[in-house]
């Protein structure tokens, strides 16, 4: 299913914060955007190329603002989405928190924009305790500078340089909590799958323990009787085909009933799903299903469950919507689930498994499937015949 809910618009890539660039279009994106900022890199450019200083110092400015730009870019652009460690972060930082006082001081007030780079990564990339001492402290520092420069140039930057760093606090603290949310989403994704495959485990082993024991006993008794009381041996023979046949028949019924969620605990499990993976959840009242066919519920209830769980492991969905609402169609009353979010969609290309293996299902229970990206997100829509079954409810 993780296939079948992609979004192939072809819109144009989003910058996700605190995810790794994924194309080389979202990687170009994510350079302009931090490419943007280095509108102020225009002063000190053009107070090296206007010949005020000497060659050497020239020279000497050229690589002390290469090794900022560098520093700054590495910084900033490798730490979103796969974070440096705190060691490194801190090591870069102070490493800008010396070269701008250090240029802007030799330099003259040309230089003082680098300060708005410095308060934008300790915006970013520190921890907000640290990042609230920090940011105050550069614009101080470079208040302090300007004084030996240019002491209005200074105060022209003091509240852009304090109020940016604050402001890229902002942003980190969302890096930092996608992060986590993508982190908590496999971690409700993997938990479920857990739960089911335990559930399984318990049902086949309170079916099978007693079976199997029974067949390993009575193939004992047939083993010991074989030799003096044939007679008796075939009747214990007789005994462990039959509770085999039993038991296969349990079997049978316990992977059906997995096989078979029913729709009310499907909607139940997805509130819970969702909400715990953050995403806000629009879902219909308990349905009254008198009347609808079991194999038509069963579908439904797959649908359901296949479509959950492609929103909470891979849309990036902050909202989803479920409806459920009886059509009167040409053919009779038809059952229509349906399931949209405000994400990205899924990855890969074409339909996968598990939208054939749902479109399989629906067939077979009389029903049609549809899905596919909408303007803002996705949408999936499964019907089924509805018999004799009364209206439904659709999203509270």
């Given amino acids: ?25 979202e990687m170009y994106v994510k350079i302009l955007w931090i490419g943007v900022w280095l509108v102020f890199l225009a002063s000190p450019i053009d107070d090296l190329l206007s010949g005020h200083h000497s060659a050497g110092a020239t020279a000497a400015g050229w690589v002390g603002l290469a090794a900022f730009v560098g520093v700054y870019l590495t910084l900033v652009f490798r730490n979103m989405g796969r974070p440096f460690s705190a060691p490194v972060v801190v090591s870069l930082t102070v490493a800008l928190g010396v070269l701008a006082p250090l240029l802007a001081y030799s330099f003259g007030s040309a230089w003082l924009g680098l300060f708005v780079y410095l308060s934008v990564a300790c915006g970013a990339t520190l921890p907000l305790r640290a990042a ?6 550069a614009t101080v520092v470079m208040y302090l500078v300007g004084l030996h420069s240019d002491e209005k140039e200074a105060r022209g930057l003091f509240v852009l340089v304090l109020l940016i760093g604050f ?23 993997q938990l479920a799958a857990n739960e089911e495959r335990l559930r399984l485990a318990r049902d086949l082993h309170d079916l099978l323990g007693h079976s199997l024991s029974l067949i390993t006993l009575k193939s004992e ?33 316990a992977v059906t009933g997995y096989r078979r969620p029913r729709l009310a605990a499907e909607i139940a499990g997805a509130q819970v799903a969702l909400t715990a993976a953050g995403v806000t959840a629009e879902l219909p009242a308990e349905p009254d299903l008198t009347g609808l066919p079991e194999d038509s519920e069963a579908a439904l209830a797959w649908a359901l469950r ?9 849309s990036g969905a902050r909202r989803c919507l479920v409806e459920l609402a009886r059509h009167q169609t040409l053919d009779g ?64």
């Fill in 1 to 25: 299913m993780t296939e079948d809910l992609k979004d192939t618009s072809g819109s144009a890539p989003r910058v996700r914060l605190g995810w790794p660039a994924r194309t080389r279009r």
């Fill in 132 to 137: 609230y001492w920090a940011i105050p402290a």
């Fill in 167 to 189: 402001a890229m606090t902002g942003v980190g603290q969302l890096v930092r909590t996608t992060i986590e949310l993508r982190k908590a989403r496999a971690t409700v994704a």
């Fill in 221 to 253: 008794l047939a083993g010991r009787m074989l030799p003096d009381q044939p007679d008796k041996a075939a009747q214990q023979v007789a005994d462990i085909e039959q509770v085999s046949r039993q038991a296969l028949v349990d079997v049978r019924e």
């Fill in 306 to 314: 296949e479509a959950i769980t492609n929103v909470v492991r891979h």
């Fill in 333 to 396: 009353p038809v059952l229509q689930l349906t399931v949209e979010d405000n994400g990205t969609g899924g990855s890969g290309t074409g339909p996968g498994n598990g939208l054939t293996g749902l479109t399989e299902r629906l067939q077979k229970a009389g029903g049609t499937l549809e899905a596919g990206p909408i303007k803002h997100g996705f949408r999936l829509v499964a019907r089924v015949p509805a018999g004799s079954a009364a209206a439904v409810g659709s999203g509270a």
